[in-house]
């Protein structure tokens, strides 16, 4: 294993770019897909944001640095990553905000339609949002599909859905989904699609426009590095535009905001999707983090986190099976996304010795550990040595297996 680790670390073609992170000594980060780790631009832009723009500019740089333009700007380079021409993409608001208005904007545009279909599987908000999204819009009923049975729910209900809402990767094992096949069946129907990309943005090319995905979603700190709560972004498809009613009317999505108008009137394009005054400050450290993709062949990127899954998964069939440790990521790379889950039934205490023995992983309840691999600065070594560490805990039997306290990160 060593072997072949270290010759495919020495091919790597993108192992230059490890150096635009500031990632710690001694630490091998395998949790980006929660946190990515700091980009080196990071630092520098931030402090200009504060000690010149805004410690010297002052309230002058909503229009002399830019800052007014900012969800706009920043969403047109997160559109580049994501397949989609500009002038369709919108940073700014969490996650959450970001969902709740692509959920009640999908459902809107089939106004008789009265389901809403989600992934039982989907990440919680996703979930409860989708709830909330039906309480407040009389007679929506949400309904739980997995993707694999959703050709099935639609040949028989698909006249009656308004809006089918998934996430391409499966959060807890790194299931990676069709996203083709099912924005294709969910269009045949003649409902809407919504992409939940929180685990795929940044990690693997893909195709908003050319696949003709409706609205999309995804957060600005996992793998785009943009720091803790970055800053999330919405995608609408073009042919929306003029009819995109969203939920949320802040004042930012007016036509003329500084007219201070009584009524709403939604301003043209993506533009009507902002909501309030952007956090500027952690726009712009997400811009600056955005800057470690330039170069970067997004092909080549997920061949390489490919290369590293398609290892470890190795490494634990050799090492960790004996020991009871059960890979339940997808052998089959089409099916992979960039982590890789393991169950143990101990799966907190085993996470808290890697961190101790310097090697930063997540778990999801109840059982799962999970590995994640940035493509940009993740080593095939680092694999192995997470591995190799994961194995001489689990035969000296050095965790703790007491179950995590509420409310505990990882």
Same mark, same amino acid.
């Given at each position: 294993?060593?072997?072949?680790?270290?010759?495919?670390?020495?091919?790597?073609?993108?192992?230059?770019?490890?150096?635009?992170?500031?990632?710690?000594?001694?630490?091998?980060?395998?949790?980006?897909?929660?946190?990515?780790?700091?980009?080196?631009?990071?630092?520098?832009?931030?402090?200009?944001?504060?000690?010149?723009?805004?410690?010297?500019?002052?309230?002058?740089?909503?229009?002399?640095?830019?800052?007014?333009?900012?969800?706009?700007?920043?969403?047109?380079?997160?559109?580049?990553?994501?397949?989609?021409?500009?002038?369709?993409?919108?940073?700014?608001?969490?996650?959450?905000?970001?969902?709740?208005?692509?959920?009640?904007?999908?459902?809107?545009?089939?106004?008789?339609?009265?389901?809403?279909?989600? $992934? %039982?599987?989907?990440?919680?908000? #996703?979930?409860?949002? @989708?709830?909330? !999204? +039906? /309480?407040? &819009?009389? *007679? =929506?009923?949400?309904?739980?599909?997995?993707?694999?049975?959703?050709?099935?729910?639609?040949?028989?209900?698909?006249?009656?859905?308004?809006?089918?809402?998934?996430?391409?990767?499966?959060?807890?094992?790194?299931?990676?989904?069709?996203?083709?096949?099912?924005?294709?069946?969910?269009?045949?129907?003649?409902?809407?699609?919504?992409?939940?990309?929180?685990?795929?943005?940044?990690?693997?090319?893909?195709?908003?426009?050319?696949?003709?995905?409706?609205?999309?979603?995804?957060?600005?700190?996992?793998?785009?590095?943009?720091?803790?709560?970055?800053?999330?972004?919405?995608?609408?498809?073009?042919?929306?535009?003029?009819?995109?009613?969203?939920?949320?009317?802040?004042?930012?999505?007016?036509? $003329? %905001?500084?007219?201070?108008?009584? #009524?709403?009137?939604? @301003?043209?394009? !993506? +533009? /009507?999707? &902002?909501? *309030? =005054?952007?956090?500027?400050?952690?726009?712009?450290?997400?811009?600056?983090?955005?800057?470690?993709?330039?170069?970067?062949?997004?092909?080549?990127?997920?061949?390489?986190?490919?290369?590293?899954?398609?290892?470890?998964?190795?490494?634990?069939?050799?090492?960790?099976?004996?020991?009871?440790?059960?890979?339940?990521?997808?052998?089959?790379?089409?099916?992979?996304?960039?982590?890789?889950?393991?169950?143990?039934?101990?799966?907190?205490?085993?996470?808290?010795?890697?961190?101790?023995?310097?090697?930063?992983?997540?778990?999801?309840?109840?059982?799962?550990?999970?590995?994640?691999?940035?493509?940009?600065?993740?080593?095939?070594?680092?694999?192995?040595?997470?591995?190799?560490?994961?194995?001489?805990?689990?035969?000296?039997?050095?965790? #703790?297996?007491?179950?995590?306290?509420?409310?505990?990160?990882?």
């Amino acid at each position: 294993m060593s072997g072949r680790a270290a010759r495919a670390d020495a091919e790597d073609a993108l192992a230059p770019l490890a150096k635009r992170f500031l990632l710690p000594e001694g630490v091998i980060y395998l949790d980006g897909n929660s946190l990515g780790p700091l980009p080196a631009a990071v630092e520098p832009a931030l402090a200009d944001a504060v000690a010149r723009q805004w410690g010297t500019g002052l309230i002058g740089s909503w229009n002399e640095h830019g800052w007014w333009e900012a969800p706009l700007r920043i969403g047109d380079a997160i559109g580049r990553l994501v397949g989609a021409a500009p002038g369709q993409t919108v940073a700014g608001d969490s996650t959450s905000v970001q969902l709740y208005t692509a959920l009640g904007a999908a459902t809107a545009l089939r106004p008789d339609r009265p389901l809403l279909v989600t $992934d %039982p599987g989907h990440f919680p908000t #996703d979930r409860y949002l @989708a709830e909330a !999204v +039906a /309480r407040l &819009r009389d *007679g =929506t009923e949400v309904h739980r599909v997995a993707p694999h049975d959703l050709d099935r729910f639609l040949a028989a209900h698909g006249t009656r859905v308004a809006a089918v809402s998934y996430s391409p990767v499966d959060f807890r094992t790194g299931e990676l989904y069709d996203m083709a096949a099912l924005t294709e069946v969910t269009h045949r129907a003649g409902a809407v699609v919504v992409w939940d990309l929180c685990h795929a943005a940044g990690a693997m090319p893909l195709h908003l426009d050319a696949l003709d995905v409706d609205l999309a979603v995804g957060c600005g700190y996992k793998f785009l590095n943009g720091g803790p709560g970055a800053p999330a972004w919405l995608y609408a498809a073009r042919r929306h535009h003029d009819v995109l009613d969203t939920p949320l009317t802040g004042w930012n999505g007016h036509a $003329d %905001p500084f007219a201070m108008d009584p #009524d709403y009137t939604p @301003a043209p394009g !993506v +533009a /009507r999707a &902002r909501i *309030g =005054t952007p956090p500027v400050l952690s726009l712009l450290a997400l811009e600056a983090a955005l800057t470690v993709f330039e170069d970067v062949d997004l092909e080549q990127l997920r061949a390489k986190s490919l290369s590293l899954t398609e290892f470890f998964l190795d490494c634990a069939e050799e090492l960790l099976t004996p020991l009871g440790v059960t890979p339940v990521t997808p052998r089959e790379g089409a099916r992979r996304g960039s982590h890789v889950a393991l169950r143990h039934p101990h799966a907190h205490g085993l996470a808290r010795a890697l961190a101790d023995r310097g090697v930063v992983v997540d778990r999801r309840p109840p059982d799962l550990l999970r590995f994640g691999v940035n493509a940009l600065y993740t080593t095939h070594t680092e694999l192995l040595t997470a591995a190799e560490r994961l194995t001489t805990i689990l035969r000296d039997s050095a965790y #703790d297996p007491t179950p995590p306290p509420p409310g505990r990160v990882t």
